[in-house]
């Protein structure tokens, strides 16, 4: 059974923390990484992708992927309350072979002004 | 269009009733997905179209849950006899398949079945 794992939460950061979102799968094929945020009552929308070791960054926003220990993390630098909402960790299924992904139930951020 | 369009984005039916719904991908994503989300849940796979493959409908909950795709156009799910716990959104996104490409969500469509 694919699975990925996430801490529901919820996170509660103060404004300008760090927020450090955590993610671990159980497929060891996977090639490709997502993170999706979620507002309430909204779709989700791509916010990181990632597809090898070490550190991906776009703006406040940095993903770090390490495959030998199976686990996704998203970090938010300078947190703002307009951070809040809910992240979607996702994960390719059958290594690639197609575009399925997995996604984790979600890890809710709360960021306290 | 720019994004994956659903419509309409809100139902609400009685149950037993059949309803329809509508999901447009971006130009040039070959790749189609299904998703339904109950009220603060996670994502649930319903069905994947990928070209003129046969669908993997391996998530579909039940027989009376349908889904059908044209070509790299349009799709519909349909749900016959609704029941209450078929309340939820239902998700729509849309990808290429060349590389290992994201998934772009349309807005939903929130389904209430009284």
């Given at each position: 059974?694919?699975?990925?794992?996430?801490?529901?939460?919820?996170?509660?950061?103060?404004?300008?923390?760090?927020?450090?979102?955590?993610?671990?799968?159980?497929?060891?094929?996977?090639?490709?990484?997502?993170?999706?945020?979620q507002y309430s009552g909204k779709s989700p929308e791509?916010?990181?992708?990632?597809?090898?070791?070490?550190?991906?960054?776009?703006?406040?926003?940095?993903?770090?992927?390490?495959?030998?220990?199976?686990?996704?993390?998203?970090?938010?630098?300078?947190?703002?309350?307009?951070?809040?909402a809910t992240?979607?960790?996702?994960?390719?299924?059958?290594?690639?072979?197609?575009?399925?992904?997995?996604?984790?139930?979600?890890?809710?951020?709360?960021?306290?002004? | 269009?720019?994004?994956?369009?659903?419509?309409?984005s809100n139902?609400?039916?009685?149950?037993?009733?059949?309803?329809?719904?509508?999901?447009?991908?971006?130009?040039?994503?070959?790749?189609?997905?299904?998703?339904?989300q109950?009220l603060g849940?996670?994502?649930?796979?319903?069905?994947?179209?990928?070209?003129?493959?046969?669908?993997?409908?391996?998530?579909?909950?039940?027989?009376?849950?349908?889904?059908?795709?044209?070509?790299?156009?349009?799709?519909?799910?349909?749900?016959?006899?609704?029941?209450?716990?078929?309340?939820a959104v239902?998700l729509?996104?849309?990808?290429?398949?060349?590389?290992?490409?994201?998934?772009?969500?349309?807005d939903g469509?929130r389904?209430?079945?009284?």
């Open positions: 059974q694919k699975e990925v794992e996430q801490n529901s939460g919820p996170l509660s950061v103060p404004e300008g923390a760090i927020a450090s979102l955590n993610c671990t799968y159980s497929d060891r094929g996977s090639q490709s990484f997502f993170w999706y945020r791509l916010i990181m992708s990632i597809y090898s070791n070490g550190d991906q960054e776009d703006g406040r926003f940095t993903a770090q992927l390490n495959k030998a220990s199976q686990y996704v993390s998203l970090l938010i630098r300078d947190s703002q309350p307009s951070d809040s992240y979607l960790c996702a994960v390719s299924w059958e290594g690639g072979a197609t575009n399925k992904l997995i996604f984790g139930t979600g890890t809710l951020l709360a960021v306290q002004p | 269009g720019a994004g994956v369009s659903q419509s309409p139902k609400v039916t009685e149950k037993g009733k059949d309803v329809e719904l509508r999901c447009d991908p971006i130009s040039g994503h070959t790749a189609l997905y299904w998703y339904r109950r849940q996670g994502l649930e796979f319903l069905i994947y179209f990928q070209g003129n493959s046969a669908p993997d409908k391996s998530g579909l909950p039940s027989d009376r849950f349908s889904a059908e795709r044209t070509g790299e156009s349009v799709s519909t799910l349909t749900i016959q006899r609704t029941q209450q716990e078929d309340s239902y729509c996104a849309s990808s290429r398949v060349l590389g290992y490409q994201p998934q772009h969500f349309g469509t389904l209430s079945i009284l």
